[in-house]
Structures are given as C-alpha cells and as structure tokens.
C-alpha cells in the first residue's frame, strides 16, 4: 500500500497569503496524484488532477505540481473560502490511498 | 446537474449488517466507474471499495475484504455498498463518488451517509 504524507499537519496562514503544501509518496506515483478540498459539513471537492491539472471550475489561485514521490500544492493568495482541510490522493496503484490531511486555518 | 444521493446509515450493533445506497443522476451512470469512501468522526478520508462501469470488477480496501459487498443497478441509476460484520471501526460518515473520465480521481461526491457501529 502507498502511503502519502502530508505536511505540515495545520497551516495558520492570513488571508492574501501564499499557502504550500505537501505531499510525499512511500513509493512513486508518477503523476497519478490529486489534491481535494474538504470544508466542514461538506463533501470532498475535486482541485488538481494528475498533478497538475486543475479540475472543472476551479480558480487559477489553485495549482499544483510534482513527480514521482513529492508533490505540492500552492494556494498563491489565500481567499477566506480557501481555509478548509486538504487531502492528496493516488491512484497509481491499488488500494486507493489518502494522505491524512493539511489543514489551512486562519492566523 | 449531477447528483448523488446516499441513504441507507444508521445505528448497528456490532456484528450487524447494512446495506447502503447511492441513487444517480445528471450523467450517463452507466459510463462511469463509482466509488466508496468513508471518513470516521473527526479523521481523514479512506478510500473503502470501488466498481467498475459495468459492475464486472471490484475493488476493495483490505480492512473491509470479505464483509463488504459493492454493486451497482444501473437500470435504476443506483450504486450499493452491502456491509456485513460491523465493527465499531467502519464507524464514519459514507460517501459515494464518480470517478472522473481521466483515472480513479472523484469529480462528484454525494453528501454521505453515517454508519455507526456501537452497542
């Protein structure tokens, strides 16, 4: 099983601020990675794809990037809809796997 | 609009089992692999069980092999997760999700359902 890990664990960043976060593979992934943002009470909501790719909707403040076992998502200028939970996910092999999650708080 | 509706949770004893339901609409289901994940109070996503468009192959995370069942109607729109032997540890919030046309990413999540496994 291919484990991701975030860090850092909570980001306490203010708003206008520029947010990076990460995501390390115990094995490659290739590009096969995804980053999801998660609010309270609410569903997963699809951001990056294949690394970099920005899903359906999604603002340009958004992007990611990485190969292989280390990847990074950037939030270039924090919006306040922007603090929430964050979640990388593979798919590169069977089973599925989340990281545990980068939380962006307000400082 | 897509849209995705879980129902089926509740409260079980351990030992006990559920049968989840997913109800589709807003895009051609029958096209799109589907996807199970939960989230237990307070933690992160996990990834639990996987179908294929055509019902055909399943996917499974080890944890709940052989008590979990996943399966899908798709002459009525509805993905199914079946859960025998409930441990307190399958205690989460159940989300059903469609896989995106690029690779098992999730583009569209449904609100989930809470599965609580106590005594």
């Known amino acids: 099983e291919i484990v991701l890990t975030q860090s850092p664990a909570t980001l306490s960043l203010s708003p206008g601020e520029r947010a990076t976060l990460s995501c390390r593979g115990s094995q490659s992934v290739s590009s096969y990675l995804a980053w999801y943002q998660q609010k309270p009470g609410q569903a997963p909501r699809l951001l990056i794809y294949?690394?970099?790719n920005r899903a359906t909707g999604i603002p340009a403040r958004f992007s990611g990037s990485g190969s292989g076992t280390d990847f990074t998502l950037i939030i270039s200028s924090l919006e306040p809809e922007d603090f929430a939970v964050y979640y990388c996910?593979?798919?590169?092999?069977?089973?599925?796997?989340f990281g545990g999650g980068t939380k962006v708080e307000i400082k | 609009e897509v849209q995705l509706v879980e129902s089926g949770g509740g409260l079980v004893q351990p030992g006990g089992s559920l049968r989840l339901s997913c109800a589709a609409s807003g895009f051609t289901f029958n096209t799109y692999d589907m996807t199970w994940v939960r989230q237990a109070p307070g933690r992160g996503l996990e990834w639990v069980s996987a179908?294929?468009?055509?019902?055909?192959?399943?996917y499974y995370t080890d944890s709940v092999k052989g008590r979990f069942t996943i399966s899908r109607d798709n002459s009525k729109n509805t993905l199914s997760l079946q859960m025998n032997s409930l441990r307190a540890e399958d205690t989460a919030i159940y989300y059903c999700?469609?896989?995106?046309?690029?690779?098992?990413?999730?583009?569209?999540w449904g609100q989930g359902t809470l599965v609580t496994v106590s005594s």
């Open positions: 999700a469609k896989r995106t046309a690029s690779g098992w990413f999730f583009d569209y």
């Open positions: 294949d690394a970099s």
């Open positions: 179908i294929s468009s055509g019902g055909g192959n399943t």
């Open positions: 996910q593979q798919r590169s092999n069977w089973p599925l796997t």
